[in-house]
């Protein structure tokens, strides 16, 4: 059964790239350490050298394009259920666009995030570690920390309320008492999506790049 | 079998063939142009200009000069260059639609201006260098070597004969003058010797061309075409010169590395109950040069032959080394004008508890002259565990610096020092030789690390993502392979 298993394409590819990827670590560890080379591996160097520009546009990226894969992933959910569900009982598809909006709350919060942590980001005229200096250096990590935040928060809230919106649908469908209820499951998991934001402005309060 | 035989061999052959021409053209591709104009007033019999690409032969050289000077007027100019291409004319000539900046305007004028002007852009070279001879013999007089003030003082008759030349320079090198410079200089005396010949109203006919095709201009556009090109050609000619200067140094550089050992500064210890010699610091370089801020410019002053090589014995006198400090003392006599000049390499070593070993750093290096002491500040980049020797293959204060004034006002603001191929070891010196060398460039630069970074980030989020694409499935419930097949007619 293993073997039928593995035969799978997806298995395989995944399992080859998993392992050529933690051997290739794992050889140039050893050799590092053999040849008493462990103080090449500095990663202080890699942080400082590394431009604050590279990190917070990774922060802004991530913050707008993990909260639409959250907002995607739990309407394509709902949507489903809703459509699949209003073959047979029409009446619920007005109500049950609410767990659609709550899905896309999420992508909201994206994007306004993504603006937010944008507007942050100044030119500034250092290029050595000493000239770029440690506020710079702070932006640059806070941005990136803010929008990573913000992205997986909403990732998982998205996912969240889309299955939850999802059987509220079926189960609206069935008994149309069933539907409040549920409303507030869906209102605790989208107050998580929420929790992401403030947290992100919190973490970027404190930013101000340039000279 | 036999046509086959046949088959190849004539492949073969043929192969040969084209490979032998090409090696021959690949001989003789060196091309100089030549152009040829008459003054006004006085036409020759009209001649085709050669097709674009053609490579005008000695032969055809001569036959166009045949007719040209057979009824043309007597009375020939000759301006031979040095060096000319035609590059030359494309990057110097304002052909970008930069007709201000074009170094060729009274050739321009004259050529437009002429009756019958001809235009050779390739006369293959060396052939063309008998143009002087062929105009010797057709005119039947020897050639008047000339400048623009003798030219004022000569009678020109428009019956008898003369070849009058005008050397022109293209002096390339030399940093004081760009070629741009010199040809619009050449323009400039083209100009006067033309407009002398006006108020002598004598007709003319006037040839410019040249003795050697201009390396520097096809050896430039060969190393853009190389350097993956297509890019304009006036926009590499400064980065080109600047890099030629800086490939001219190196090859000087190398050139002077022949194998020498390393500056070796020794000290007496007691070891084992013995006095004994043991080096304590070790230095080698290819290239030592400082240089000062003087009236607007650099002065410099290469230190490598007084401290490398066969039979050199630098002083060292003043150089220390114990347990966590040593220093390197150089002393020079006469450097830039200071009687004595001493270069300072002042390294320390200690333990550094988040690493849990002993590094070396080079705390300054310092340049001391008439009592005056300028300080440049290495630790923040020259560095090395304490076992190993410090190798980098450029330490300077100015071009991607690791060395840095200690404040701003320090004197060494007016001072550029730049060491190449510098290997230094204040610490753990064992024999006469380095320990390992830690090199200042790393395997992977902050550049590639954050290429990496984002197109791992990118691979990953193409990885699930086509993982998800592919996972999805049509619905295949309700298939029937062997049910009637859906119709959907087109009337109600």
């Known amino acids: 059964m293993l073997v039928e298993w593995m035969m799978n394409g997806h298995a395989i590819l995944y399992t080859g790239v998993t392992l050529a990827f933690w051997s290739t670590i794992l050889v140039v560890g050893i050799c590092y350490t053999i040849f008493d080379l462990g103080f090449r591996f500095d990663v202080a160097w890699f942080l400082t050298e590394t431009s604050p520009f590279m990190w917070a546009n990774l922060g802004i990226g991530l913050a707008i394009s993990l909260s639409v894969v959250g907002a995607a992933w739990g309407i394509y959910i709902t949507g489903s259920s809703i459509i699949g569900g209003g073959v047979k009982a029409p009446r619920i598809k007005t109500k049950n666009l609410v767990s659609i909006i709550f899905c896309e709350a999420v992508a909201i919060y994206g994007i306004i995030m993504a603006i937010v942590i944008s507007n942050m980001a100044e030119n500034f005229s250092g290029t050595t570690p000493e000239t770029i200096g440690a506020r710079n250096y702070q932006a640059g990590y806070s941005m990136f920390g803010a929008g990573l935040t913000v992205g997986f928060s909403n990732l998982f809230c998205g996912i969240c309320v889309g299955i939850v919106g999802s059987g509220a649908a079926l189960a609206d469908a069935q008994n149309a008492n069933l539907f409040v209820k549920i409303l507030i499951v869906e209102i605790f998991g989208s107050a998580i999506g929420l929790f992401g934001v403030i947290v992100a402005i919190l973490q970027t309060s404190k930013v101000k790049m340039g000279d | 079998m036999a046509t086959r035989k046949m088959r190849l061999f004539s492949s073969i052959s043929a192969s040969f063939a084209v490979l032998f021409t090409l090696l021959n053209t690949g001989r003789c591709d060196e091309q100089v142009p030549l152009m040829l104009w008459t003054s006004e007033g006085t036409s020759l019999p009209s001649q085709s200009p050669p097709a674009a690409g053609h490579i005008v032969g000695r032969d055809q050289l001569d036959a ?3 007719t040209a000077l057979g009824s043309g007027p007597r009375n020939v100019l000759l301006f031979l260059q040095d060096k000319m291409s035609i590059e030359d004319f494309t990057i110097y000539g304002g052909a970008f639609g930069n007709k201000q900046d074009s170094a060729f305007r009274n050739l321009e004028g004259a050529l437009l201006s002429s009756p019958s ?8 070279w060396p052939g063309s260098n008998a143009v002087i001879g062929a105009l010797q013999d ?10 623009a003030e003798t030219l004022g003082q000569l009678r020109l008759n428009s019956s008898s004969p003369a070849l009058l030349v005008f050397r022109l320079p293209y002096g390339t090198g030399s940093d004081l003058m760009s070629a741009k410079e010199i040809l619009s200089g050449n323009d400039e005396v083209i100009g006067q010797v033309l407009s002398i010949m006006k108020t002598q109203s004598v007709p003319y006919l006037a040839i410019y061309t040249a003795l050697q095709p201009s390396q520097e201009a096809a050896a430039a556009l060969s190393l853009e075409v190389g350097a993956g090109g297509g890019r304009s050609l006036l926009q590499a000619r400064a980065s080109h010169k600047e890099r030629e200067q800086e490939r001219e140094r190196k090859r000087k550089v190398k050139e002077k590395a022949g194998v020498y050992g390393p500056v070796e500064f020794k000290k007496m210890e007691l070891y084992q109950s013995k006095e004994r010699e043991n080096t304590c610091i070790l230095l080698w370089a290819t290239g030592l ?26 002083k060292l006198h003043g150089s220390m080394c114990d347990q966590t400090k040593a220093r390197l003392v150089l002393n020079y006599e006469d450097v830039l004008g200071h009687r004595n000049f001493k270069l300072i390499f002042a390294m320390s070593q200690r333990h550094y508890s988040v690493s849990a070993r002993r590094w070396f750093t080079m705390d300054q290096v310092e340049l001391e002259y008439d009592g005056t002491k300028a300080t440049f500040n290495g630790s923040r980049s020259i560095y090395a565990p304490a076992e190993y020797s410090y190798r980098c293959d450029a330490v300077s204060s100015f071009r991607w610096p690791s060395l840095f004034p200690r404040s701003a006002k320090d004197p060494a603001n007016q001072w550029r020092v730049s060491f190449e191929d510098f290997q230094i070891q204040g610490f753990n010196v064992s024999g006469q030789d380095f320990s390992y060398a830690s090199d200042c460039a790393g395997f992977f630069t902050p550049g590639i690390w954050m290429g990496l970074m984002s197109s791992l980030l990118m691979v990953l989020v193409l990885t699930y993502g086509l993982h998800m694409i592919m996972q999805l499935r049509t619905m295949d419930r309700f298939d029937d392979p062997k049910g009637p097949a859906i119709s959907v007619p087109l009337t109600e």
Do not use: C, N
Request: charged fraction near 15%; aromatic fraction near 8%; charge should be negative.
């Open chain 2, 64 to 66: 166009y000069l045949h």
């Open chain 2, 138 to 147: 057709q005119l039947e007089t020897s050639p008047l070597y000339m400048d």
């Open chain 2, 117 to 124: 002007p001809l235009v050779l852009p390739a006369v293959s």
């Open chain 2, 289 to 314: 040069s400082v240089s000062i801020l003087r009236g607007g410019r650099w002065d410099d002053h290469d230190l490598t032959p007084s401290t490398f090589g066969e039979g050199v014995t630098p």
